[in-house]
């Protein structure tokens, strides 16, 4: 539950000034993972958890950011701000300030506190829902009029040019244009997207098989860097192949002899995510819950054996997931290497699902997993107040 009365009480405590509120959402992905930076397709929901950012203008010529999360605090004279990341929590909002002024936008001084419920490291996206909200409340106190789509791109810049972390455009986006009840099918290559509803006799359960996931580690980047390799080789013979989004399978039966094993795989699991995203959205618009509850255990499939992104805790989440009554379709969620499942499941299954997976999960690691009931939220807006 987003405690905006607390985080309003403590910036006006901390700061002597009365806060103007905005919330952000993390995200979970129903399917196509790594798909983005390929300028193919993913289809995310925005959830239930989110930043919360409260700001005020100031008359110091600083800005100051507190983490009610990190119950920290830093400052900085607006003409000193730092240049790069300092592998700190305030490296996100930080680096949205510096891609604002980038961008020619004149940012005041101000006071932001920032407050999320989006757990850290679970691969829900916190980083980008503090970027989103960062962004959203240190645009309301300046002129510029900035379209949520364009604010996103500006958030993607701010993590991969400040924090410098190569992500795509997902999670930045559904964190601006989520709304309450949809999923979205979104094309990464134009940003034109659809909304599909999610049936109100369906759950979103998202699993946290508690393994730690960070787009700072290597493996997210080396992904990303075999995807590239394949690519080229590719583009070689096919020059209109900028990127896989412009691939099909046949070019992999002729080319992909042509690759490493590890690349060859990395290609496949891409390839053939976008065909099953758009056929995912499909499914979802038409209402058929079984083709989009295959897709997701075959996504899921593809994310471990040919992407080898997925971990053994979250692959047991996932088959004890298949076995019970009323789950649609579960898989890894999210960058990979840890982190989260998610579970579309019949809503009268809810709570018996819930309980066996923690126990089974619990038989089969000895880890206790937190699992969290979420519903398709709105995007970046200002809560009233
Ligand atoms: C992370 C990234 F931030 C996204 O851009 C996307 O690539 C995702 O991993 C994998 O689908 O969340």
């Not at 009610?68 to 990341?85: G, I, Y």
């Not at 795509?168 to 094309?187: P, R, V």
């Not at 080789?233 to 002899?257: Q, T």
């Amino acid at each position: 539950m987003l405690d905006v009365n607390g985080t309003r009480e403590r910036h006006t405590q901390r700061f002597q000034q009365q806060a103007k509120i905005f919330a952000a959402p993390g995200r979970v992905n129903l399917i196509g993972e790594h798909t983005d930076y390929a300028e193919g397709f993913v289809m995310p929901a925005a959830i239930d958890f989110a930043t919360l950012a409260a700001i005020s203008p100031s008359s110091s010529g600083s800005i100051s950011i507190a983490s009610e999360n990190f119950h920290d605090q830093v400052t900085f004279p607006l003409h000193s701000l730092p240049e790069k990341a300092r592998h700190h929590w305030s490296d996100y909002p930080l680096g949205v300030i510096a891609i604002l002024r980038d961008k020619g936008i004149d940012v005041p001084a101000f006071n932001l506190t920032l407050n999320g419920d989006v757990p850290l490291g679970a691969g829900l996206s916190s980083s980008a829902s503090v970027e989103v909200a960062t962004a959203i409340a240190v645009l309301s106190l300046t002129t510029a009029t900035i379209s949520l789509p364009e604010m996103a791109k500006l958030c993607q810049r701010a993590e991969n040019e400040f924090v410098g972390a190569s992500t795509g455009i997902m999670d930045q986006f559904i964190a601006c244009c989520g709304a309450e009840d949809h999923a979205l099918l979104l094309d990464c290559r134009s940003l034109d997207y659809r909304l599909a509803p999610i049936p109100p006799t369906v759950s979103i359960v998202i699993s946290n098989s508690m393994v730690k996931h960070s787009h700072a580690g290597g493996e997210y980047n080396t992904r990303r860097t075999e995807v590239e390799e394949g690519t080229a080789i590719l583009h070689s013979h096919r020059p209109e192949v900028r990127f896989l989004r412009d691939a099909n399978v046949g070019d992999l039966e002729k080319w992909g002899s042509e690759m490493p094993h590890n690349v060859l795989k990395r290609v496949r699991h891409i390839i053939t995510e976008d065909d099953r995203t758009v056929a995912a959205a499909d499914a979802l618009e038409a209402g058929d819950m079984k083709t989009l509850g295959r897709l997701m255990y075959e996504a899921h499939a593809s994310y471990r054996d040919d992407f080898e992104a997925s971990c053994k805790e979250a692959d047991i989440l996932v088959e004890l997931a298949a076995k019970e009554p009323g789950c649609i379709g579960a898989r890894l969620t999210g960058g990979g290497f840890g982190g989260c499942t998610v579970n579309l499941v019949e809503q009268e299954h809810v709570s018996g699902f819930i309980e066996n997976l923690r126990n089974g999960y619990r038989n089969a690691t000895g880890i206790e997993a937190d699992i969290y009931r979420c519903h398709a939220s709105a995007g970046a807006r200002e809560i009233a107040g």
